[in-house]
């Protein structure tokens, strides 16, 4: 048996495919179509779901694509939740730490996505240059 393709799923991606948006790239449909399939598992830190209710609290996506996404998610083997946890903490910490810069230029949220990734040595779906 095959093991499955892992992916980390940045806000953006996620949400464009929740919404049909265009600016998806056809590599992260693709990739987010197979967890949806069950062919693939795409982990969605919970900080996503943060930025995500944030978009939706400031009218930016619809408030039914996040209640959809939640039910859907249940009954889909092909996503799951990665909590921010002291596992992921302790990540973020040494990446700041091995950083040639005193301060990398990423967010929190970014960092949390990003040592989540790199704690499940998966894939990160994500447009943003500075993640990649």
């Not at 249940?74 to 950083?99: H, K, N, P």
């Not at 230029?105 to 790199?118: K, M, N, P, R, V």
């Not at 704690?119 to 994500?126: C, E, F, N, R, V």
């Amino acid at each position: 048996m095959t093991s499955q393709e892992v992916f980390v799923c940045d806000t953006h991606p996620l949400v464009w495919f929740l919404t049909d948006n265009p600016k998806l790239s056809l590599t992260a449909a693709e990739s987010l179509k197979r967890a949806q399939a069950g062919d693939a598992i795409a982990y969605v830190p919970t900080i996503v779901l943060s930025e995500f209710l944030s978009l939706a609290t400031r009218d930016r996506v619809p408030w039914e694509r996040l209640f959809e996404f939640l039910l859907r998610l249940g009954g889909t083997q092909g996503f799951s939740f990665a909590d921010l946890d002291l596992e992921v903490f302790s990540r973020m910490m040494y990446i700041v730490m091995a950083s040639p810069q005193p301060r990398p230029d990423l967010e929190l949220h970014d960092l949390s996505i990003l040592a989540t990734a790199l704690l499940l040595s998966a894939k990160l779906i994500t447009r943003d240059r500075k993640l990649r």
